[in-house]
């Protein structure tokens, strides 16, 4: 006889992704600079709540929606704490990483923004629990915790 099953509630489900040799070296390669970027003193991650401040979102010319921003001016990788803080900061240092390659306008941005979409996801799928923790370390010493 069979347990009596348990109602469910809801479920999460993702779809497998199929790993390859040339999308994992990438990733590799990717790491390594957003690595790098973390190391780098003159670089500062700080955590804000975005979505709810209009002066902050009006000096950095931000959309409604964003959770994540960079300003490459003062160097500040800006975080919306509230949502999901890792691949949002490897979404912005990928910003940093391709930005070079696209140029500046409407068009060049939202072709930069798709590829960055791709690289994240990419990054995301193939990171380890190591590569996560090490990347949450780094993060926590580029943090600032005052206004400057
Ligand atoms: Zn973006």
């Not at 960079?70 to 949502?83: A, C, L, N, S």
């Amino acid at each position: 006889m069979s347990k009596p099953k348990r109602p469910v509630l809801f479920e999460v489900t993702r779809k497998p992704h199929h790993k390859t040799k040339s999308e994992q070296r990438l990733h590799y390669r990717l790491l390594g600079r957003v690595y790098a970027i973390l190391r780098d003193e003159d670089w500062q991650v700080r955590y804000c709540r975005l979505c709810d401040n209009p002066k902050l979102r009006r000096k950095l010319e931000l959309e409604d929606e964003v959770i994540g921003t960079v300003d490459y001016e003062t160097q500040i990788i800006y975080i919306d704490f509230r949502y999901d803080v890792l691949s949002t900061v490897v979404h912005e240092c990928l910003h940093i990483i391709v930005t070079d390659r696209f140029g500046s306008g409407k068009a060049q941005y939202e072709a930069e923004e798709k590829e960055v979409r791709r690289l994240e996801k990419l990054m995301m799928e193939y990171m380890t629990r190591t590569q996560a923790t090490r990347l949450h370390h780094l993060i926590s010493a580029r943090l600032m915790e005052r206004k400057m």
